[in-house]
């Protein structure tokens, strides 16, 4: 946010809620905007100017009526450039005063994807290709792009994680980042749910891993611990997805539109919402991440399902599964793109086969479904199915 004002501001006015005591109240006496705006001036030194600067109020979810006071702003000052942040934590589950319908723009924030790591590491030429769909190109920049795609696997897309690893390449740093996220989200767990709720929590939080490399990665609630049951732990699985730390997969009984339509509320996968977060807490080693050939087989294809997941929802795509009824054959994603379902596999390897999917379209003509597999191979088109490159995700 601040670079975004310095880059198109005369001036920022930079106000942390949670950092300034005389932010905290600043908004409680009233919401008259010359007042705030005085405020603004003595703890920033700025001259808040209409159109000129750009005011910042960062964990806005820490002032009490701060987020509220936006829609005074919005009515009584529209000349001012208002920009707030704040985390879901504190939003969505800490705020009881209501929220100012119609008078902010909302902008949900995700973890930045393959695409962009790759602009933060500078690998511009890299992007391009990408963007551009070369396939030719990328048959002979395969290794690279693999290289690249390790390091994301480890480095993840959380914002100052991936700053720290541009400018130090110092992984020990990386997995410290990654458990201070993690550490700070249990913090806020502390603080926004009472201490029963919040042991049952992160005790769903913590199985993640062990979800995950699962043969079969439906969400399991005796892996939490023994003999749990779904309505001692269905609080804590929401609480963690509307605080934007876990993904919900739902499973579809059939693949048609609208799949929403179709879903199974008791058959779910769970997905953290960073691969590197997933890296950190399944205690996944440097030199198996970074430099060995396994770490796409290894932890049962985990690591490539959480990654593809991410991708997925970089691009706003909601994602399904689907199982048989008795689990013996899954399609690992399927999703709703524009007027058509697609079934999506997830292979780890070059040698692969997706012998569910297969069986799925063949026995479903009258769906004319036509499949995705997302794997180490190089792009190919079979009529029935495409394969797409792990690292070029284009939907």
Known sequence: MQNFGRNNYDSVAYVNCDEQPLAKSMFEADYSIPRILLVVQAITGVVVVPGKTLIIFDEIQEAPRGLHCLKYFYENAPEYHVMAAGSLLGITLGQKESYPVGKVTMLRLYPMNFEEFLLALGEDQLHDILQQDDKEMLGILKPKYIELLRQYYFVG???????????????????????????????????????????????????????????????????????????????????????????????????KMPLKVYEDVGAFKLFLLDCGLYGQMADAPAAQVIASENVFTEYK???????????????????????????????????????????????????????????????????HLKGLRISMRDHIDQGWMENIPLYAIKL
């Open 157 to 255: 897309g959380m914002p100052e994680v991936v700053l720290s690893y541009v400018e130090n390449r110092d992984l020990q740093e990386v997995r410290t980042l990654q458990k201070d996220i993690i550490e700070s989200y249990r913090r806020d767990i502390a603080k926004h749910a009472t201490k029963s709720e919040a042991m049952r929590i992160n005790q769903v939080l913590d199985s993640i891993p062990s979800q995950l490399t699962k043969e079969n990665k439906k969400f399991i609630y005796g892996v939490i611990k023994k003999g749990a049951r779904a309505a001692q732990f269905e609080f804590a699985i929401q609480w963690l997805i509307d605080a934007g730390i876990v993904y919900k997969v739902p499973r579809v009984s059939v693949l």
């Open 301 to 367: 294809g985990a690591f490539t399902e959480q990654y593809v997941h991410q991708q997925l929802t970089s691009k706003g795509i909601n994602a399904y599964y689907w199982s048989s009824e008795r689990s013996s054959a899954e399609i690992d994603f399927v999703i709703q793109n524009k007027d058509r379902v697609v079934p999506v596999e997830v292979k780890a390897e070059e040698n692969v086969r997706a012998k569910s999917m297969s069986e799925y379209i063949k026995n479903n003509p009258e769906l």
